[in-house]
């Protein structure tokens, strides 16, 4: 991918080398610094949220989270460990609020715990399809990116991406029922 990324460039920038030379340097340099303010309101905007999940788990309420959603995560993921249910439930968490990238490390750590384990793989196949799926009831990164680039309302997003992340969610969850089934299935 790297290497397509870097083909990408390197013809992107010939041929913008050749048609438009004198707009070649100032246009490298205005992405450049694009690049870097996005970089800078998405750190602020996910160390904002990163210290909010850390107060939630400094303050135990991450504890009293995942015993609330307990039956619902050990139902959904088929797991019974402690361990792992904490770690799923802080990164559907933050899936919700559209955190995506705070929800990598407790993905990780869910894949950790459930590794080895009865109904390890389905734990982690279902893991895999919400996180990609990413039902989001806040999308917070879009509106931060939508705000940052001046949209005149970036919490028009809300109700579509409810929806459709949702239904995707929905879908997703239905398919890997149906295919572990399955595959349960043609093993006996």
């Known amino acids: ?23 070649f340097l100032p246009t490298l340099l205005k992405a450049g610094e694009r690049a870097g303010a996005l970089c800078v309101s998405l750190v602020a905007s996910y160390g904002v949220w990163m210290g909010l999940m850390q107060v939630m788990t400094d303050c135990r309420l ?45 993905g990780i750590r869910a894949v950790e715990e459930s ?38 309302d970036p919490y028009a997003i809300f109700l579509p991406t409810l929806l459709s992340t949702a239904l995707s969610t929905a879908v997703g969850i239905a398919l890997v029922f149906l295919l572990c089934r399955r595959r349960k299935n043609h093993r006996a």
């Open 1 to 23: 991918m790297n290497l397509l990324f870097l083909l990408l460039f390197l013809l992107g920038g010939c041929a913008m080398a050749f048609l438009s030379p004198e707009n």
């Open 62 to 106: 991450s504890d009293k989270l995942s015993r609330g959603l307990k039956p619902l995560t050990q139902r959904l993921f088929l797991t019974r460990d402690e361990k792992a249910v904490q770690a799923l439930t802080m990164n559907l968490s933050a899936n919700l609020l559209g955190l995506s990238g705070l929800a990598t490390p407790y």
């Open 115 to 152: 590794e080895g384990k009865q109904n390890g793989a389905f734990t982690q196949s279902m893991l895999f399809v919400i996180s990609a799926t990413s039902l989001q009831v806040l999308p917070t990164t879009a509106i931060s990116l939508l705000t940052l680039h001046g949209a005149k």
